[in-house]
């Protein structure tokens, strides 16, 4: 166990649980009800919200203190239990900053919550997987009716009342066909920080009454969710999105996944913890007070204790905590282990990791497929920014050169192209399918299947 406080915690709260108003498709989350059938459990009581929050202030020693408020749905609850929240907040700082972020699905925001929001400065995410035929396909309420305009509404009273927000979006089977056009959507709203969130889930073969339907990745036997993204689709979900961003929107708008990758081309700490190279930065606690190593292994056997028996502290930085942070390296596949990228991926979230390597390890990520088109097609583009990132520069002007390489082409119309914007390893543009090194790059031209130029 750590001897010391660390600078900062995280630690998503899910002050009413599972519960929410939808019963979206694709949830990982609703079933959680199971590990908590006692009914009046699910909401966390005053006293232990109060707890709670006195403990996390005194748990770590930064001069800024973030509370994530999660779900299920937190805005069931009355304004009146945010109102309390920020008076323990304001009553426990001892002078530190305290910035609240809250998740929701947007669909009972009222002007009341929204004015609460602007008047103590909440950062809202707002749950939407993009224009209406995408964001219905799985986002459905109890009744099974489509909820996109409600979302909408609740934007709507967000910009109404200045309440910053950003978005949060599943990457499903369908949507993942439609990169380019949710995130333009996304723009269109005024959203600025995306976050797009892979959803790759297993349906266990069996499962009593009271047991979890969709299992943790060491569980075998059981069957993909029809509604998990394809790797590939993933893959190109991401280069299309990429292709957007990296030509019109760096350093306006935020893609905490391509922020995170630069990052770790950049050898500094990704925002986001799929990139990280240990696991541990999202443990989450439940309503009751029990606390899980990650938002992502809600499962019985990664519960770390109960806040009503130990402290915050003490169960974040245990040693179990730490083992489970550490295990997202130790247990990387030989196969990862020689990849080119590993650097940058660190084998991704190990939730994902359900795979066999080729050579028949076990510990694969499922979405490696895609993770690597990705990487590969974004290499030339994050070469250029780390190289400004380095000289002091800034990485916003890959637009202009991005602009340049990523030119719209007549069909082939090759002889038009810019070849000296193109990179050694780059697709090539004659449409061969090989790398431009191994294809027109000028010493190699007699292997090119394409004689124009
Ligand atoms: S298990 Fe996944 S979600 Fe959890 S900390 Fe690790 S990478 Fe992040
Ligand atoms: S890209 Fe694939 S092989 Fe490479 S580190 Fe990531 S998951 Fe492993």
């Known amino acids: 166990m750590l001897a010391h406080k660390p600078q900062v915690l995280n630690l998503l709260v899910k002050p009413i649980g599972s519960a929410c108003n939808l019963n979206c498709a694709y949830c990982y989350y609703l079933e959680k009800e199971k590990l908590y059938p006692a ?42 239990t945010f109102r309390k929240i920020v008076r323990w907040q304001k009553h426990y700082a001892g002078g530190r900053q305290v910035v609240n972020s809250l998740q929701t699905n947007g669909t009972l925001l009222t002007h009341e919550w929204a004015n609460f929001f602007r008047e103590h400065g909440f950062l809202i995410g707002i749950s939407i997987d993009g224009p209406r035929h995408i964001h219905d396909r799985y986002r459905r309420d109890k009744a099974g009716e489509p909820t996109f305009d409600r979302v909408m509404q609740g934007i709507e009273l967000l910009k109404q009342h200045g309440v910053e927000f950003n978005t949060l979006s599943v990457v499903n089977d369908y949507g993942a066909e439609y990169g380019v056009e ?28 009271g047991e979890l339907r969709l299992v943790a990745p060491e569980v075998d ?29 760096v350093g306006y708008c935020y893609v905490i996944t391509f922020d995170a990758v630069l990052a770790k081309w950049c050898g500094v700490e990704p925002p986001n913890c799929a990139f990280a190279d240990v696991c541990g930065g999202g443990p989450a606690m439940e309503a009751n007070g029990d606390i899980y190593m990650c938002d992502h292994f809600v499962y019985p056997d990664h519960l ?20 489970f942070g550490q295990n997202k390296q130790d247990a990387l596949p030989k196969f990862c282990r020689r990849c080119e990228y590993v650097s940058i991926c660190a084998g991704e979230c190990p939730k994902h990791r359900i795979s066999t390597t080729p050579d028949g390890e076990s510990g694969l990520n499922y979405l490696c497929p895609g993770l690597k088109l990705f990487y590969e097609h974004a290499a030339p583009y994050m070469d250029f920014m780390k190289h400004q990132y380095d000289a002091g520069g800034a990485p916003a002007s890959v637009m202009a050169w991005a602009r340049r390489r990523l030119k719209p082409l007549a069909p082939n119309s090759v002889a038009t192209i810019d070849f000296s914007a193109i990179g050694p390893y780059d697709p090539c543009p004659c449409g061969s399918g090989k790398k431009y090194k191994f294809c027109c790059l000028p010493e190699n031209r007699h292997t090119c299947r394409t004689t124009n130029h």
């Open 39 to 80: 009914k009046g459990g699910r909401v966390m009581s005053d006293a232990l919200l109060e707890k709670y929050i006195r403990e996390f202030f005194a748990s770590q020693e930064s001069s800024v203190v973030r509370f994530d408020w999660h779900g299920g749905e937190p805005t069931l609850l009355e304004t009146d």
């Open 221 to 249: 036997g059981a069957m993909l969710a029809p509604w998990s993204v394809a790797a590939e689709a993933y893959g190109r979900f991401l280069c299309t999105i990429f292709d957007e961003w990296v030509q019109n929107d």
């Open 182 to 209: 949710v995130y333009q959507f996304l723009k269109s709203l005024g959203s600025r920080y995306m976050q797009f969130s892979p959803v790759v889930e297993r349906i266990a073969s069996e499962a009593g009454p």
């Open 304 to 323: 770390l204790g109960n806040l009503n028996d130990a402290s915050i502290l003490d169960m974040l930085v245990s040693e179990r905590q730490l083992h």
